[in-house]
C-alpha cells in the first residue's frame, strides 16, 4: 500500500472555498480502482491549513492516479490557492487499508 499525507497551507482569501474547489478532484480520486482512502482534514492549529490522508493500493494504482486527468486538472489550478508548496510524506507500507487500534476500545 502506498500511504500519503500531504499539508495544504492556502491562501487566506481562498481557505472558505478550498473543499468545494477539490470536491471533483476528491471524487474522481475515490472512484479510481486502486483507490483505497482519500480524505481530507482541516488543521486545529493553522486555520489556513489542510490535510491530506490518502492511500493506494499499489505502486501501480499511485502511478496511474499522477497521470489521471483529474489529477492534470487539479495540479493546474492549485499553484492559484496555495500559499507555500505543500509538504508530503510518502511511503510504501504492509497492509491494504485502516487497522484497529488496540489500545482503546468502545465500552459497553
Known amino acids: ?3 500519503i499525507v500531504v499539508k495544504f497551507t492556502i491562501r487566506p482569501e481562498h481557505t472558505d472555498e478550498w473543499l468545494s474547489r477539490v470536491d471533483e478532484f476528491t471524487q474522481a480520486t475515490r472512484n479510481e480502482p486502486g483507490n483505497l482512502f482519500f480524505e481530507w482534514s482541516k488543521s486545529v492549529d493553522n486555520p489556513n491549513q489542510f490535510v491530506l490522508v490518502e492511500a493506494f ?3 501501480q494504482a499511485g502511478e496511474e492516479h499522477v497521470k489521471s ?4 486538472t ?4 492549485m499553484p492559484d490557492l496555495v500559499a507555500e508548496t505543500p509538504e508530503i510524506i510518502h511511503v510504501d507500507t504492509p497492509g491494504d487499508g485502516w487497522s484497529r487500534m488496540a489500545e482503546i476500545q468502545p465500552r459497553g
Open 1 to 3: 500500500m502506498i500511504f
Open 69 to 72: 486527468d483529474h489529477f492534470k
Open 74 to 77: 487539479a495540479m493546474a489550478w
Open 57 to 59: 493500493a499499489s505502486g
